[in-house]
């Protein structure tokens, strides 16, 4: 716990507990040593009841004290000493100095920290007391040590991370308060404020819309809240009495999407996507990018982007994959890049071993964290709310749902035997030339809440290329719709389609599928079956968890641990951070030969090396050495 209102001493084997209404010292003075932390710069000084104020006050002037508080029911002085003043110097004069009964450091103390977050202990990795999680046992102690990093550090929000990922629910209650803010931006006035080139992009960016939302609309999709379980596992916000724990309790997330989680092939990004959201994240202030992703093939253009980031100082913290393969002899990129601000991560199991499904490389992988058990998942964070069915229909009943219009034929449901089902069409045998015929919802669907709208529908069509449309619309009013998708030509027999709105502004909303037809050739038109639209309720109800495994998830964790080291000392560079982070871990025989470090992360011995680290540059730039490493698609 930070004490910004009290200090706590052990004396003697008892707990004394002195209330002072005392005035926090910066973060920046606080020092820590071998033996115990305290405070830069300033003593407690205890003098003798029978000395009077002026007495006192020449005591403090010969070393140059300067009195910060009392207690004076115990004459406890808590003095500021002058900067080119060392404390063990000041201590040991004073302890000489007639009327002073004794003197010492302002020292920290601080309990073992277990943040008051009600499931903490389902995070085996930050602690693990070989307790059960999600069925799987653990190992006690095979976890990172974070309550004994805690003691020392608990992260800043002067720290920002950049997922790259499906998004981020930036309004979880989780995770809200750790979201990266562009200050140089005003939200929602349509302008490019700050000149970067993102129009409103207050919190992130989506790159695959295009758009300044980057939440993650993809729980029980194909993503699955892929990005929010990493952001959770990076920076939850903890002790708030809220859910869980991330490895840091402050920080600011930067969410990045590049995942298109509605396409036919889930869970894609494009070199593109990445590509940008690494210039972004580097030309906006990013001290470090987590990417939970990866795949086989060497590109040039995401070389550069890691390049780039190296050149800025900006840390590269990316999953080795999930194949189970050795990196060394069969790559995974962009992980396998040659730049030295990458630091990869290959996972293990709550049995403290190198988790079954994880990459590994004796040259090119440079660390592991835990990452979870392959079967059951057991890496427990933060996910979007559920994904909930807004509204549907298999048209097996009637269609009490829909009312129907058409200038010469209403639409109207039929059984087809290629379907199997029935189906509603546009029109019996062809349609008519100069149509406009539509169905539409016959109430307006409740969305009010509703974000990451996903409509499906079995669908087969022959429409005149270019000239007959059939248009999926929306409207608050049923006067003016707004398209959503537009189809024309002929289909590959039935098909399925997958089509979403990323930003649902509006509230309720009618539905509807409009035939319109030219005046020439005309075809069989459209048969439609299994309409569902679904969206993510944003309205948090507290169960908003879950559990994954991959080299995703070990990913995050490294990240964490780096923003603990940076937000302890902040003066590090790139390199350095990488330099603890590969020299502090556990050594582990299951590592052996098998990670450059051959251990596992331990945060504790990563933050007590960054107060203490000295500054070894040989002058050259960026990095620290290493392996580049970033995780393979889909590796939860």
């Not at 030339?433 to 969305?447: G, K």
Request: glycine letters at 10%; proline letters at 4%; a negative charge.
């Amino acid at each position: 716990m930070k004490l910004t209102q009290g200090f706590c001493f052990l004396w003697m084997g008892a707990l004394l507990v002195f209330w002072l209404a005392v005035q926090a010292a910066p973060a920046a003075e606080k020092k820590a040593t071998d033996a115990e932390p305290y405070v830069a710069h300033e003593l407690l000084v205890r003098i003798d009841a029978g000395m009077d104020e002026t007495q006192k006050a020449d005591i403090r002037e010969a070393i140059g004290g300067i009195l910060v508080q009392e207690i004076k029911r115990i004459n406890l002085e808590r003095w500021r000493l002058p900067s080119d003043m060392d404390t063990e110097e000041a201590v040991s004069r004073l302890t000489q100095t007639p009327g002073v009964l004794y003197a010492e450091p302002n020292y920290l103390y601080a309990p073992q920290m277990i943040p008051d977050d009600p499931e903490f202990d389902r995070l085996w990795y930050l602690k693990n007391d070989g307790q059960s999680v999600n069925g799987a046992g653990g190992t006690p102690g095979a976890d990172i040590s974070a309550p004994e990093a805690w003691d020392m550090e608990t992260g800043s929000r002067e720290v920002v991370i950049a997922v790259i990922d499906s998004g981020v629910a930036v309004d979880h209650p989780d995770l809200k308060d750790n979201i990266w803010t562009n200050i140089d931006e005003i939200d929602g006035n349509g302008q490019d404020d700050d000149a970067n080139g993102y129009t409103d992009d207050v919190c992130g960016w989506d790159f695959v819309n295009w758009d300044n939302n980057p939440s993650d609309y993809s729980k029980d999709l194909y993503g699955d809240g892929h990005g929010t379980h990493v952001a959770g596992i990076i920076a939850a916000a903890g002790n708030n009495g809220v859910g869980i724990s991330g490895v840091m309790w402050r920080a600011q997330l930067m969410p990045l999407q590049v995942f298109d989680l509605f396409e036919d092939s889930p869970f894609n990004a494009t070199t593109f996507n990445i590509v940008s959201a690494f210039f972004y994240a580097v030309e906006n202030g990013a001290a470090l990018i987590n990417c939970s992703f990866g795949g086989p093939s060497f590109s040039r253009a995401q070389y550069e982007a890691c390049e780039f980031a190296d050149q800025n100082g900006v840390l590269v913290v990316a999953a080795a994959g999930n194949d189970g393969h050795d990196n060394d002899d069969f790559p995974t990129y962009p992980a396998n890049y040659d730049l030295e601000n990458i630091v990869s991560v290959a996972a293990t199991d709550a049995l403290d071993g190198l988790a079954s499904y994880s990459n590994y490389g004796k040259n090119s992988v440079d660390v592991a964290a835990p990452g979870g058990n392959d079967s059951p998942s057991n890496i427990y964070s933060t996910t979007p709310p559920k994904r909930e069915v807004m509204f549907s229909d298999n048209f097996e009943s009637s269609a009490e749902n829909w009312l129907t219009s058409g200038v010469y034929e209403d639409w109207s449901i039929a059984f087809d035997p290629d379907f199997n089902s029935y189906v509603v069409m546009d029109s019996i045998g062809r349609y008519h030339e100069n149509e406009d015929a539509y169905i539409r919802t016959r109430q307006r669907i409740q969305a009010e809440n509703f974000r990451g709208l996903n409509l499906k529908f079995n669908i087969f069509y022959r429409l005149e290329t270019g000239y007959d449309y059939l248009n999926v619309e929306f409207s608050e009013d049923d006067i003016d719709y707004s398209p959503i998708y537009q189809i024309t030509g002929f289909s590959d027999g039935r098909e399925r389609l997958v089509l979403w709105s990323n930003d649902a502004d509006f509230e309720n909303f009618y539905l509807r599928f409009r035939l319109t037809s030219d005046g020439s050739r005309n075809y069989e038109g459209v048969l439609i079956d299994n309409i569902s639209l679904t969206g993510i309720n944003w309205r948090f109800v507290g169960d908003e968890y879950g559990y994954k495994s991959g080299t995703s998830m070990a990913t995050p964790v490294v990240s964490g641990v780096a923003g603990l080291i940076w937000s302890k000392n902040p003066d590090l560079t790139c390199g350095e951070v990488k330099q603890i982070l590969l020299d502090s871990v556990d050594l582990i025989d299951a590592l052996d030969g098998k990670v450059v470090s051959g251990g596992r992360i331990n945060a504790d011995k990563a933050v007590a090396a960054a107060s203490s680290f000295e500054d070894e540059k040989d002058g050259s730039g960026g990095g620290g050495g290493g392996g580049c490493f970033i995780l393979a698609l889909g590796c939860e």
